[in-house]
């Protein structure tokens, strides 16, 4: 009889190994148990086996044990250890009649056996490792190193007069909103999903990977530009219908870009400009295709300076509020601010604001940042409210923000070192952060209610809205996105929204503000709507904090 004896990990004892016995051959005069627990733990005939192979595993060298009532006459069981990868992971097990004489001849022969086992043991563990580097955990899909290689034999094999190798980068929009409010479990679960209805979309010869993170690719071998945008055309519409996790849909947008391998046949650069030309396509707001061009990479380029500068913006106090008046609609008077974070390179000049706060997120500098915002405009507004006792402060906050355990007590600090009162401060939080998931806000939203401080869902209308939510949250305004007030003569659908909105609004008892006012036909039209507040440029621009407090001492000579 011979027995393979492996050491595997104890599901019911992390911290330990149980020697099981893996595999049998031959026929002992007494049955041998198809598993063990270690020497002692499992008694019959696999207990003599465990116990001989633990010892040979122990010494690292071959013992043999003479064994009572035992295998044949002579009852002797030899061990030798086998090793996976240079450590010893198992033991080889024999049993023989022979005698003594005998035992020298056995010896070696089981350990010639040994190295065999080694090897293939050896073998295994390599092709697991290969099978675990080139496939992802999560999805099943094909990692980086293996899309890269996979893309490196198609540009490798393709000739000038067949079809083009097109490579798809997919990134997907609004996830980290998942992560920080339904936990990563459900983050893990939204990929694998989205795995699935990315391979539903292509041909069984395309290649789907996941690169890391939120990023796809596909690769399509023997194709053309024409049916790439096609292809991406139905990826982003699959992936935008809701997924179901832990009892609730979330919505999702994909941002995709898209690179020909005219442009090169090296698989990491050809994956690098599909890369940038998504980054373009987020650029252009969410759910967006961008298709390659060489001028593309300058801007990457600046991206990637930008990140390593905005940390040292932070430290030498480069960053810059700006503030823009909210006004009562019915009397043009001024009641507060928003403030607005501005960065004014010295090299590259003012970062638009929209590039700014996706640096910080891709930067993971969004809590400090937005720390940043609140700390410093709370402490602007007070100062003002000294003669300027009727104005206010709306601060927007980001979905990490909310998530911080640390964000309440800073609030409450900020009010306490500031002596801002409670009630002056808004933060507005987005559409999406209170949808995603209400219930992971609930919590810090009914803290900061609890301070005393406002709450505004921003960009109200653009999202995904729930009624039944919106009805339980404590929120106290609703801002209208400028989208729809900009198009409220043109479209009688986003008129309808924004009559809607402030209809709503007010069944709800709840202040209604419209952004992007920029003329007079605009502000009339809010007003027989019956919208309360508003900002935009038909009352003032971003203003920096001289400006912004010039502007509502004008208010305040006017009205004495």
Known sequence: MVALVLN?????????????????????????????????????????????????????????????????????????????????GGSLVASTDAGYGHIA???????????QVNLALTDAQTVQAMRDAYHDSITGLPTR??????????????????????????????????????????????????????????????????????????MLDESDRAA?????????????????????????????????????????????????AMYHAKKSGPGKLAVFEPYMHSAVLRRLELHTDLKYALALSELALQFQPLVRLDSAEPVGVEALLRWPHPRHGAVSPVDLVRIAEETGLIVEVGRFVLRQSAQQVAH????????????????REIADPEFVPQVAEVLNVTGLPAETMTLELTETIFMTDPDSVWQPVNQLKDLGVRLSVDDFGTGYSSL?????????????????????????????????????????????????????????????????????????????????????????????
């Open 8 to 88: 595997r990990p104890d599901p019911d004892r992390p911290d330990a190994d149980r020697l099981t016995i893996a595999s049998t051959f031959g026929s002992p005069t007494r049955e041998v148990e198809p598993d063990g627990y270690g020497p002692g733990g499992s008694g019959g005939v696999a207990e003599p086996v465990l116990t001989c192979a633990a010892e040979a595993m122990h010494v690292d060298g071959v013992v043999t044990h003479a064994v009572d009532g035992g295998y044949g006459p002579s009852g002797m069981m030899l061990a030798t250890p086998v090793h996976v990868s240079g450590a010893v």
């Open 105 to 115: 001849e056995h010896r070696e022969l089981l350990a010639a056996f040994a190295q």
């Open 145 to 218: 190193a293996l899309f890269i290689e996979r893309l490196k034999q198609a540009l490798g094999s393709i000739a000038l007069s067949r079809d083009d190798v097109m490579v798809l980068y997919i990134d997907l929009d609004h996830f980290k909103d998942v992560n920080d409010s339904l936990g990563h479990s459900a983050g893990d679960e939204l990929l694998a999903e989205v795995g699935k209805r990315i391979r539903s979309c292509v041909e069984r010869r395309d290649t789907v990977a996941r690169l890391g993170g939120d990023e796809f690719a596909v």
């Open 228 to 276: 790439a945008v096609e292809l991406a055309e139905h990826v982003i519409p699959a992936l935008r219908r809701p997924f179901r996790l832990a009892g609730r849909d979330v919505f999702i947008d994909a941002s995709v870009g898209l690179a020909s391998g005219a442009t090169t046949r090296d698989p990491v650069e050809l994956l690098r400009d599909a890369d940038v």
């Open 384 to 399: 003002w409210r000294s003669d300027l006792s009727g104005i206010n402060l709306n601060v927007n906050v980001s979905a």
């Open 468 to 560: 039944a939510y919106l009805c339980r949250l404590p929120v106290d305004q609703l801002k209208i996105d400028r989208s729809f007030v900009s198009s409220m003569r043109t479209s009688t659908a986003n008129l309808a929204v924004v009559r809607t909105i402030i209809e709503l609004a007010n069944t709800l008892g709840l202040q209604t503000v419209a952004e992007g006012i920029e003329n007079s036909a605009q502000l009339d039209d809010l007003r027989g709507l019956g919208c309360e507040l508003g900002q935009g440029y038909h009352f003032a621009r971003p203003l920096d904090p001289d400006a912004a407090r010039a502007f509502l001492a004008r208010y305040v000579a006017r009205a004495a």
